[in-house]
Nanobody, 119 residues
Framework: QVQLVESGGGLVQAGGSLRLSCAAS????????MGWYRQAPGKQRELVAI???????NYADSVKGRFTISRDNAKNTVYLQMNSLKPEDTAVYYC?????????????WGQGTQVTVSS
């Protein structure tokens, strides 16, 4: 009942920037958390950044100081500003949310958007 649609991925040179967006729609009472995970070929999916309902954030150590997560509550949208990109940031990035619906709490995942950083 909740759909997440990512956008903003692409190909960028090392040192460049991208901004990912994720728009959520559906029967949502509140977002408990929204964030971004990524998965590179042959590797586990890992948390990149997450923002909680109270506004606190967590980042992977590898992206601290380079990435910034933000949200627009009115639009049910979360963003990931990615600066100083490195080849090791290459992965499929997935939007994630944990939402309070009318009768349950649920996790949802987007389809993913490819980010490729060339050296």
């Amino acid at each position: 009942q909740v759909q997440l649609v990512e956008s903003g991925g692409g190909l960028v040179q090392a040192g460049g920037s991208l901004r990912l967006s994720c728009a959520a729609s559906g029967s949502i009472f509140r977002f408990n958390a929204m964030g971004w995970y990524r998965q590179a070929p042959g590797k586990q999916r890992e948390l990149v950044a997450i923002i909680f309902s109270g506004g606190s954030t967590n980042y992977a150590d590898s992206v601290k100081g380079r990435f910034t997560i933000s949200r627009d509550n009115a639009k049910n949208t979360v963003y990931l500003q990615m600066n100083s990109l490195k080849p090791e940031d290459t992965a499929v990035y997935y939007c994630y949310c944990n939402v309070q619906e009318r009768l349950r709490v649920s996790d949802y995942w987007g389809q993913g958007t490819q980010v490729t950083v060339s050296s």
